[in-house]
């Protein structure tokens, strides 16, 4: 499979798998393109770049806010980027979220392809058009939901993907399996993190499964009123505390997924055994399990978050592996059990 197309509400994307970034920018007139990426991969990868207006953004989740997004729109000002103007973000998820939040706001909305270079942006931040920025500890608080028109899997960026990288994207890859596919995550249980690097089969396989299962989700619910909130497994707790004590996304996604788990087997749905499973899993694809976070700091943050409403707040749970659930849990109680999670 090289090549398949997906319909969202505003507009039908178009995904190339195992495709190589020069031969997208062909199907393009050179002097519509600007690019946006991160100083990490513009250093990486510059002869790519060569002859197309490029705008370099500082690395890191610390730079994913507002003040960066105005610069990338001042530039675009500067380069006199208009309607016609395709914006392509090449880099991992703080260049995909950034690029599309300001491809989506710029002049109400400019054409936009993405092109993902890590494990993370390839398996989840690049798909289902969600973008955004974070506002002081909070993540992505501000944002909108825009498709791009295509979507790029160059597996070829991942040669110079360093080993810490790897592991943050598996965080996501493990989330999709505890969500959604007991399958995925007997087959991670079976293969270890460094059979997928360096292995192109392996990891075109894994993509396609990966991007499989989110597009279906999101297809289902784009605007997140059900099913796509399975998505934030791990990522309540997780957001809380990846800001607070600044953690790789993969790690606090880890941790939060823990959490969960442990809130799931407290409520008695989900079997102990099954835990175990998901901590080994974790810690063979060498993610933490564990944190001692303050959680009265932690709190404040989750009462801050998104997902709540009036006096409880959803909570992505596992019934079993493969199969997430939604529940709405009192804040008391979910106070408490979140004590008891430490
Ligand atoms: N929009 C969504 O639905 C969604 C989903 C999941 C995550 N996210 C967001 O994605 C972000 C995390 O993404 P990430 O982990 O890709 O972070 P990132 O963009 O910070 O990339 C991680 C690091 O890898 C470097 N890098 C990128 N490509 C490389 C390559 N090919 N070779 C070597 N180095 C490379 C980057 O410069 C950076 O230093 C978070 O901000 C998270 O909120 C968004
Ligand atoms: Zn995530």
């Not at 407290?266 to 303050?294: G, Q, S, W």
Request: net charge negative; glycine share 8%; aromatic share 8%.
């Amino acid at each position: 499979m090289e090549q398949q197309s997906f319909i969202f509400s505003q507009r039908e994307v178009t995904y190339f798998f195992g495709r190589s970034f020069s031969h997208l920018i062909e199907g393009y007139d050179n002097s519509k393109i600007v690019i946006v990426t991160d100083e990490n991969v513009l250093k990486l990868y510059q002869p790519l770049f060569q002859g197309l207006k490029t705008i370099s953004i500082a690395a890191g989740e610390e730079h994913k806010t507002q003040h960066t997004v105005d610069g990338i729109i001042l530039s675009l000002l500067n380069f006199q980027a208009d309607k016609n103007t395709v914006l392509i973000a090449v880099g991992g998820g703080v260049v995909t979220d950034m690029g599309g939040y300001a491809a989506s706001i710029f002049k109400r909305g400019i054409r936009l392809v993405l092109v993902p270079t890590t494990i993370l942006a390839m398996v989840d931040a690049s798909v289902g058009g969600k973008n955004g920025v974070d506002v002081g500890n909070y993540k992505n608080m501000v944002g909108t939901i825009y498709q791009p028109e295509n979507l790029l899997f160059d597996f070829s960026f991942l040669k110079t993907l360093p080993e810490s990288e790897w592991i943050n994207g598996f965080a996501e890859v493990i989330k999709h399996a505890c969500i959604k596919d007991e399958g995925l995550f007997k087959h991670l249980e079976t293969t270890a993190l460094s059979d997928f690097m360096g292995n192109d089969d392996l990891i075109t396989d894994l993509v396609v499964t990966n991007v499989g299962i989110k597009t279906a989700i999101v297809q289902k619910d784009e605007f997140e009123t059900g099913d796509r909130k399975l998505l934030n497994f791990g990522h309540t707790l997780g957001h809380a505390v990846e800001n607070l004590y600044k953690l790789p996304h993969g790690h606090a996604v880890s941790i939060g997924m823990v959490a969960a788990c442990s809130i799931s087997e407290n409520l008695n749905l989900f079997h102990p055994e099954e835990m175990a499973r998901v901590i080994n899993l974790l810690t063979k694809y060498k993610l933490p399990v564990k944190l001692d976070f303050d959680s009265e700091k932690v709190w404040e943050i989750l009462l801050m978050d998104k997902k709540r409403s009036n006096d409880e707040m959803n909570f992505v749970l596992l019934d079993k592996i493969g199969a997430g659930v939604i529940k709405s849990i009192p804040l008391q109680q979910l106070k408490g059990l979140i004590q008891q999670t430490i």
